[in-house]
Structures are given as structure tokens and as C-alpha cells.
């Protein structure tokens, strides 16, 4: 049950033998439901350091994603992050390091319509008292019968001064996904046919996926992001965790009045990954 400071409320749309929900508790977090099964949680609660999907669950409602492991406690689920913004860690929690927060501001958008749900949201990225970078995050859901698919789009602009986003050693900064354990040690297949981790990790490609104990999770990266196609960081020892990594080899520099951005599409789903019917997917996405 809510607190007394909490109100939750939901926007519903029904189509299609579907019942489409965005269930709203005020203040931490929107939940994407599916006839009565939770497709993702979208939390921004002010207590984290950064807003993020988790979970994000396969259209049966189980989760393939990990909040905050002991391991790496800033593995949240599915994030943007990065760990060089002008020197500043967006990406590491704990770890020594100047630390900036990715800070939810305001909701423009949250509906449910046409058996899409829509979340769109300001978030500032602040350090140090100071903000460096404003960002529109865009998160279209839509249950599918492969799977459930997200449409993720990360509009980021320099607050005031010039800034560079960079991975330095880090190279896996993007958009990132800690699996569930049971997904560990898993499998790669990428568009270019690839399916050793070794190969893989690094290798420009128009999508990535990695499976494990009958789920995959695929990343598409759109012809419309800067230097498509991008490369994919993928690693299974000890744990499992890939990325969309646009800056897996140099850094993007923003002076004030630019903008960036990057799309990528994600896709949870069972079974194994199959090089036709993601090359299908891609192709239909990346005409949107």
C-alpha cells in the first residue's frame, strides 16, 4: 500500500484483446503492465543515483534484468550512464570517483494508447552542484507477440558549457543491461554473424543480443545515431552484462547549443536468438 506522500494512479487503454496499463506511484517509479503482468518498471525514485528500467521482464512476466548486485551496485537493470562527463563518474555509485546523479525532473509525457505505452521524461545530470548536461528520455513500450520491446531514445545537451562524453577504460558506457544470474555465462549472436564473445565484444554492429537459460535480450543500434554502426560491449565471466557503446573507441565533445542523440531499440524474449528474424526486425524498426 502507498504512503500517505505517495499517490499512485493508472492510464489505461484496452484494444486488441489487451488491457494496457502505466501505473504511477508518485514520486518513484511507473510500472508498464500488460494484462495484470508487469512488462518493466520505469524508477526514478530520488534516492538513486540515476533513473533506470527494472525490471524488464519477458511477456510472461519474469524479470532478466539485476538492480544494484553486491558485485557492481551500480548495475541498475537496464540504464543510460556514463563514467567520463567532463571528468565526472555518472556511472559508478561507490566506487573512488568524482560521482555526479542523473536526476529526474518532471514527467512531459506518460500515456497508454494504441497498445503503446509512452514515457517521457527531463532528467538533469548534476555534479558537484552543478549541472552538466539536460537530457529528454524517451521510452516507447510495446508488447509484441516475440517479446516486449522498448524504444529508447537519450537526448542529451550541454547545460551551459562545453562537455565530452567519454569511456576512457571504461568502455562499456551507453546504454547498458545487468542480467538475472541465471543468465550468466551466456551466448552472443550479432548482425555480422558473430557468436564468440571474444569477437564480439567491441565489433561494430547494427544489433547485439546475448542469451542464456532460455532468454535473450537484443540491442539495436538506429542508422540515425551518430556513428552507426556502433560497437557493443558483451561480456558472460563472472557475470553477463552488454552494451550499446557509441563511445567504445573516442570520445563525442558537445559545445553549448549542441545536441546529441542516440536510439536503440530493445527487445526481451525467449528462446534463442535467430539471425533472420532479428535482421527483419531491425530492417521494420529502422524505417520508424
Same mark, same amino acid.
Given at each position: 500500500?502507498?504512503?500517505?506522500?505517495?499517490?499512485?494512479?493508472?492510464?489505461?487503454?484496452?484494444?486488441?484483446?489487451?488491457?494496457? @496499463?502505466?501505473?504511477?506511484?508518485?514520486?518513484?517509479?511507473?510500472?508498464?503492465?500488460?494484462?495484470?503482468?508487469?512488462?518493466?518498471?520505469?524508477?526514478?525514485?530520488?534516492?538513486?543515483?540515476?533513473?533506470?528500467? $527494472?525490471?524488464?521482464?519477458?511477456?510472461?512476466?519474469?524479470?532478466?534484468?539485476?538492480?544494484?548486485?553486491?558485485? @557492481?551496485?551500480?548495475?541498475?537493470?537496464?540504464?543510460?550512464?556514463?563514467?567520463?562527463?567532463?571528468?565526472?563518474?555518472?556511472?559508478?555509485?561507490?566506487?573512488?570517483?568524482?560521482?555526479?546523479?542523473?536526476?529526474?525532473?518532471?514527467?512531459?509525457?506518460?500515456?497508454?494508447?494504441?497498445?503503446?505505452?509512452?514515457?517521457?521524461?527531463?532528467? @538533469?545530470?548534476?555534479?558537484?552542484?552543478?549541472?552538466?548536461?539536460?537530457?529528454?528520455?524517451?521510452?516507447?513500450?510495446?508488447?509484441?507477440?516475440?517479446?516486449?520491446?522498448?524504444?529508447?531514445?537519450?537526448?542529451?545537451?550541454?547545460?551551459?558549457?562545453?562537455?565530452?562524453?567519454?569511456?576512457?577504460?571504461?568502455?562499456?558506457?551507453?546504454?547498458?543491461?545487468?542480467?538475472?544470474?541465471?543468465?550468466?555465462?551466456?551466448?552472443?549472436?550479432?548482425?555480422?554473424?558473430?557468436?564468440?564473445?571474444?569477437?564480439?565484444?567491441?565489433?561494430?554492429a547494427r544489433w547485439c543480443a546475448y542469451t542464456?537459460?532460455?532468454?535473450?535480450?537484443?540491442?539495436?543500434? $538506429?542508422?540515425?545515431?551518430?556513428? @552507426?554502426?556502433?560497437?557493443?560491449?558483451?561480456?558472460?565471466?563472472?557475470?553477463?552484462?552488454?552494451?550499446?557503446?557509441?563511445?567504445?573507441?573516442?570520445?563525442?565533445?558537445?559545445?553549448?547549443?549542441?545536441?546529441?542523440?542516440?536510439?536503440?531499440?530493445?527487445?526481451?524474449?525467449?528462446?534463442?536468438?535467430?539471425?533472420?528474424?532479428?535482421?527483419?526486425?531491425?530492417?521494420?524498426?529502422?524505417?520508424?
Open positions: 500500500m502507498p504512503t500517505r506522500r505517495e499517490l499512485i494512479y493508472t492510464l489505461t487503454f484496452a484494444g486488441r484483446g489487451q488491457l494496457l @496499463h502505466l501505473d504511477h506511484t508518485k514520486g518513484r517509479k511507473v510500472a508498464v503492465v500488460i494484462n495484470g503482468k508487469t512488462l518493466l518498471e520505469y524508477r526514478y525514485t530520488p534516492d538513486r543515483p540515476k533513473s533506470y528500467i $527494472h525490471p524488464l521482464c519477458l511477456p510472461d512476466g519474469k524479470p532478466v534484468t539485476l538492480d544494484a548486485p553486491k558485485d @557492481h551496485v551500480h548495475h541498475r537493470g537496464l540504464m543510460v550512464a556514463w563514467s567520463e562527463v567532463n571528468g565526472i563518474d555518472f556511472w559508478g555509485e561507490v566506487n573512488p570517483a568524482r560521482h555526479g546523479q542523473i536526476v529526474h525532473q518532471r514527467f512531459e509525457r506518460l500515456k497508454a494508447a494504441a497498445a503503446t505505452a509512452d514515457i517521457v521524461s527531463i532528467n @538533469h545530470w548534476i555534479a558537484e552542484g552543478k549541472l552538466l548536461l539536460i537530457e529528454r528520455r524517451t521510452l516507447r513500450v510495446v508488447p509484441a507477440d516475440d517479446g516486449t520491446w522498448v524504444d529508447w531514445i537519450t537526448e542529451l545537451k550541454p547545460a551551459k558549457d562545453p562537455v565530452t562524453l567519454a569511456a576512457g577504460q571504461h568502455v562499456y558506457n551507453g546504454l547498458g543491461v545487468r542480467v538475472i544470474p541465471e543468465m550468466d555465462g551466456g551466448r552472443v549472436l550479432n548482425s555480422n554473424g558473430t557468436a564468440t564473445i571474444e569477437k564480439s565484444n567491441g565489433e561494430a542464456a537459460a532460455g532468454a535473450s535480450i537484443a540491442f539495436f543500434d $538506429h542508422p540515425a545515431n551518430p556513428r @552507426h554502426p556502433n560497437a557493443f560491449f558483451v561480456m558472460n565471466k563472472a557475470f553477463g552484462y552488454m552494451s550499446a557503446a557509441p563511445t567504445f573507441r573516442e570520445p563525442f565533445d558537445l559545445a553549448p547549443g549542441q545536441f546529441i542523440r542516440f536510439r536503440w531499440g530493445v527487445l526481451a524474449f525467449a528462446g534463442d536468438p535467430r539471425k533472420e528474424s532479428l535482421d527483419h526486425r531491425f530492417e521494420a524498426w529502422s524505417k520508424l
